[in-house]
């Protein structure tokens, strides 16, 4: 089933973000049926710095062909703002959806561009966007992958002139519309009652973020059909590593730490070498 047609049916989706390969396979080993490849998390992990629009085209590309090679489940994008005019968006559109996008969210920001959560964002025109989208949707081969169009104007021009900008994105011919950072569960539910109706709406989870958590439930029952918690394992992840480098610069060994860990074998298991191993050795000696 297309991530286009699971859309249109319940329960909602939970896309989980990812950042490479190995969690892409982890959370697909976990259940989930669709993945978030988080600009973001790129930025934290690849660079080791924040989301203000370091990450480059080519990054993601590679990263995203990557991912395809181990995973085959579907995945949403974070392209940014296209890299560029609408001529540079057709280009990611392009470029993105040959290595293995299945969706790919794009937003009004200009340069330089923020996290969604982050202040002192500032937006290209509603005009300017809307062609943006139509250019990216003229620009996909296939129509089962879909634009989500995103827009960050509650923290720039207010919570009704963002409503104004996803509806005319709709207009444009958005696939999917996501309304970034509302306050508050009051604003998410009134996400929903302007623009439910159009298409379905996707909600951003951001731990410690401007707009509430809340569950997968929660806000299939305020009407979302896509919830993404697009940089949770990074913060899991650099917690982790945090502790277990202070304990073993404190201690000088691991030991502590190790109930916390996978050891060789057990990492071995779920990255699969028993049977890359194996099948390397299915090869061997053919045409002898």
Excluded at 188 to 203: E, Q, S
Excluded at 247 to 258: C, E
Aim: with cysteine; proline share 4%.
């Amino acid at each position: 089933m297309s991530l286009k047609s699971r859309l249109a049916q319940t329960p909602i989706v939970l896309a989980p973000g990812i950042y490479d390969p190995l969690t892409a396979a982890l959370a697909t080993d976990a259940g989930a049926e669709t993945l978030y490849l988080s600009g973001a998390a790129l930025a934290y992990t690849r660079l080791g710095r924040p989301d203000i629009g370091l990450v480059t085209m080519s990054e993601v590309a590679e990263t995203i062909t990557l991912i395809r090679d181990r995973v085959a489940t579907p995945l949403i994008v974070d392209a940014d703002n296209g890299y560029g005019n609408a001529l540079n968006m057709q280009r990611t559109v392009r470029l993105f959806e040959r290595a293995g996008a299945n969706a790919l969210q794009i937003e009004d920001q200009s340069y330089p561009k923020r996290c969604g959560h982050l202040a002192e964002k500032r937006l290209v025109s509603p005009s300017e966007m809307a062609g943006k989208v139509r250019a990216a949707v003229d620009a996909r081969q296939s129509p089962d992958t879909l634009i989500i169009a995103r827009t960050d104007a509650i923290a720039v021009e207010g919570f009704n002139a963002a409503i104004d900008r996803a509806a005319l994105y709709a207009e444009a011919g958005a696939d999917v519309l996501f309304v970034e950072a509302p306050g508050s569960a009051e604003e998410l539910g009134k996400v929903v009652a302007a623009l439910g109706k159009r298409l379905p709406l996707m909600a951003n989870m951001v731990e410690g973020g401007k707009t509430p958590i809340l569950s997968t439930a929660e806000l299939q029952a305020i009407g979302f059909s896509l919830v993404i918690f697009p940089g949770g394992i990074v913060r899991a992840i650099a917690r982790t590593a945090q502790a277990f480098y202070a304990t073993l610069v404190r201690d000088g060994t691991s030991a502590a730490f190790r109930n916390q860990m996978f050891d060789f074998g057990s990492l071995n298991e779920v990255i699969g070498t028993g049977e890359m191993l194996a099948l390397g050795k299915s090869y061997e000696g053919e045409g002898q």
